[in-house]
């Protein structure tokens, strides 16, 4: 006897669960955009197939967002009283359930004849409405509206902590800039302008050095880079200080090409360099090597100097917050690293005094949400 076997493809239960799964998953990424007209008009479309309704709308104090459902003649009519039917939930944040004499509009063959108007909710705060429409109003229904409305709710919370989080990193690298920019100038412009009357031409291009380096360390084109050009910063940024300091400082670059169009957070790379070069050079010469090395997922970046080194708890004070002159900007970007990718991914500092010091730091290849400005 032989057993023949059968494909399982589930019960309609499991199916039911995996398509209500699925279509969430549709609606969330334009959900996390924030509920703007553009976002609700795309979400709406799966959250109707949620509810299984013949329409539904979102609306604001402002009026509606999104509608999605029954067209012509019957569209008009709805639309236009959709921001009336949702002005008391609104207000008082209750779900409401309307009848015919408060949805119907007249025509007996237009499927909508009831609705269910659930809020939306963050922060303890009813920011929109979810009106579902259909032909006759259950339990069921008003209960899917308004687990529906808590999801969104969610979504929406979610979408205003990314806009804090964005808000909190551009104050951080607003901050970065301040305290970066006073150190690196003035000794920029010095070493520039001991050359004006012995090697013009030098001065010249250490001008334009400069000016590259500032425009890019100064622009406003948001959060996020490559390595690639990350690092061309951090070349420019040591040709203005070994016009300053000449041979006493030695750099090496250990650069996997595979790891360059890595997109990392906007200065991340040269206020640690800055660091070692500060660092590096206090005993009157110094080395430094960066390495950018390929870790499968993972791009590995470290930037090492054979200087004095610092005491462990001068730097673990920096990376908590502690104002620290010997290190500029190192607990800022450490903070903006844990900020985008999570607390496992921020700086990793060995040092001990008389022992250099070296700072290393992972970043995924691939991490939703980042991508590099243009």
């Given at each position: 006897?032989?057993?023949?076997?059968?494909k399982?493809?589930?019960t309609p239960?499991?199916?039911?669960?995996y398509?209500t799964?699925?279509t969430?998953?549709?609606?969330?990424?334009?959900?996390?955009?924030?509920?703007t007209?553009?976002?609700?008009?795309?979400?709406?479309?799966?959250l109707?197939?949620?509810l299984?309704?013949?329409?539904?709308?979102i609306?604001?104090?402002?009026g509606?967002?999104?509608?999605?459902?029954?067209?012509?003649?019957?569209?008009?009519?709805?639309?236009?009283d959709?921001?009336?039917?949702?002005?008391?939930?609104?207000?008082?944040?209750?779900?409401?359930?309307?009848?015919?004499?408060?949805?119907a509009?007249?025509?007996?063959?237009?499927?909508?004849?009831?609705a269910?108007?659930?809020?939306?909710?963050?922060?303890?705060r009813?920011?929109?409405?979810?009106?579902a429409?259909?032909?006759s109003?259950?339990?069921?229904?008003v209960?899917?509206?308004?687990?529906v409305?808590?999801?969104?709710?969610?979504?929406?919370?979610?979408?205003?902590?990314?806009?804090e989080?964005?808000?909190a990193m551009?104050?951080?690298?607003?901050a970065?800039?301040?305290?970066?920019?006073?150190?690196?100038?003035?000794?920029?412009?010095?070493?520039?302008?001991?050359?004006?009357?012995t090697?013009p031409?030098?001065?010249?291009?250490?001008?334009?050095?400069?000016?590259?380096?500032?425009?890019?360390?100064?622009?406003?084109?948001?959060?996020?880079?490559?390595?690639?050009?990350?690092l061309?910063?951090?070349?420019?940024?040591?040709?203005?200080?070994?016009?300053?300091?000449?041979?006493?400082?030695?750099?090496?670059?250990?650069?996997?090409?595979e790891?360059?169009?890595?997109?990392?957070p906007?200065l991340?790379?040269?206020?640690?360099?800055e660091?070692?070069?500060?660092?590096?050079?206090?005993?009157?010469?110094?080395?430094?090597?960066?390495?950018?090395?390929?870790?499968i997922?993972?791009?590995?970046?470290?930037?090492?100097?054979?200087?004095?080194?610092?005491?462990?708890?001068?730097?673990?004070?920096?990376?908590?917050?502690?104002?620290?002159?010997?290190?500029?900007?190192?607990?800022?970007?450490?903070?903006?690293?844990?900020?985008?990718?999570g607390?496992?991914?921020g700086?990793v500092?060995?040092?001990?005094?008389?022992?250099?010091?070296?700072?290393?730091?992972?970043?995924?290849?691939?991490?939703?949400?980042?991508h590099?400005?243009?």
């Open positions: 006897m032989f057993a023949r076997r059968r399982h493809f589930g239960a499991d199916k039911a669960t398509a799964l699925h969430a998953s549709l609606a969330s990424p334009h959900l996390r955009e924030g509920l007209p553009a976002a609700a008009g795309k979400a709406s479309r799966h109707r197939d949620l299984g309704t013949a329409a539904i709308a609306c604001d104090s402002s509606v967002l999104a509608w999605d459902g029954v067209g012509g003649p019957y569209e008009s009519n709805h639309r236009r959709a921001k009336d039917l949702a002005a008391p939930t609104l207000r008082s944040g209750r779900t409401a359930v309307l009848g015919a004499h408060d949805v509009c007249g025509d007996p063959q237009c499927p909508i004849r009831t269910v108007v659930a809020p939306i909710v963050t922060e303890e009813v920011v929109a409405v979810l009106v429409y259909s032909n109003t259950s339990a069921a229904l209960r899917a509206t308004e687990e409305a808590r999801w969104v709710s969610g979504q929406v919370e979610l979408a205003e902590l990314n806009k989080r964005t808000r551009e104050a951080e690298l607003r970065l800039r301040a305290q970066i920019s006073p150190h690196f100038i003035y000794n920029a412009l010095a070493a520039i302008a001991s050359f004006v009357r090697d031409e030098r001065a010249r291009e250490l001008l334009l050095e400069f000016a590259d380096f500032s425009r890019y360390a100064l622009r406003r084109g948001g959060e996020f880079t490559t390595l690639a050009d990350e061309r910063n951090v070349e420019r940024y040591l040709v203005l200080e070994q016009a300053r300091f000449g041979e006493r400082l030695k750099v090496s670059l250990q650069i996997a090409p790891v360059l169009p890595v997109v990392i906007f991340v790379v040269q206020p640690l360099v660091n070692a070069v500060r660092h590096g050079l206090e005993s009157g010469a110094g080395s430094i090597t960066i390495r950018a090395r390929d870790r997922n993972e791009a590995e970046i470290s930037v090492e100097d054979d200087g004095a080194g610092s005491d462990p708890e001068v730097i673990r004070a920096a990376l908590s917050g502690g104002s620290s002159s010997d290190s500029v900007g190192l607990g800022n970007v450490d903070a903006r690293l844990r900020q985008v990718y607390d496992t991914y700086l500092v060995e040092t001990a005094l008389d022992a250099g010091t070296k700072v290393t730091f992972r970043i995924p290849k691939y991490s939703s949400g980042v590099a400005s243009p």
